[in-house]
């Protein structure tokens, strides 16, 4: 799924690392580097490296919890996950709100239609 959302928006040979954990360990990873004492779906953290895009950590459990959520497959939702956090580390952000969060929506959407047909989720 990584490779071909990378492909997607046209990085070679670009690495990052992903973690996948749970609740508590994405609770500290949200704690230490972000100073928010809770758990969350997904983090990035970019690298200003030419060739490694940085790191993504994905709580299983949150994504398990808004599959259920949202009706969809735990797999599209880990999917959903993993895009969004490539997104950040290409330095989009949905944040403010506006022109950035609807350019990473239309990216987010186009990235899922690309693995979705690529039968990954």
Known sequence: MAETALEGLGYKDRELSVLLTDDAGIRELN????G???PT???SFPMEDPTL???IAISMERAGAQAAEF???EDE????LLVHGILH???HDHVKGGRQARKM?????MLMRLLREKGLY
């Open 77 to 80: 939702e880990l999917a959903r």
């Open 41 to 43: 779906d997904v983090l």
């Open 53 to 55: 895009l940085g790191d």
């Open 105 to 109: 929506k239309e990216n987010e959407e």
């Open 31 to 34: 704690r230490r580097f972000r």
């Open 89 to 91: 580390l290409a330095g």
């Open 36 to 38: 928010k004492d809770k």
């Open 71 to 73: 009706g969809v497959s």
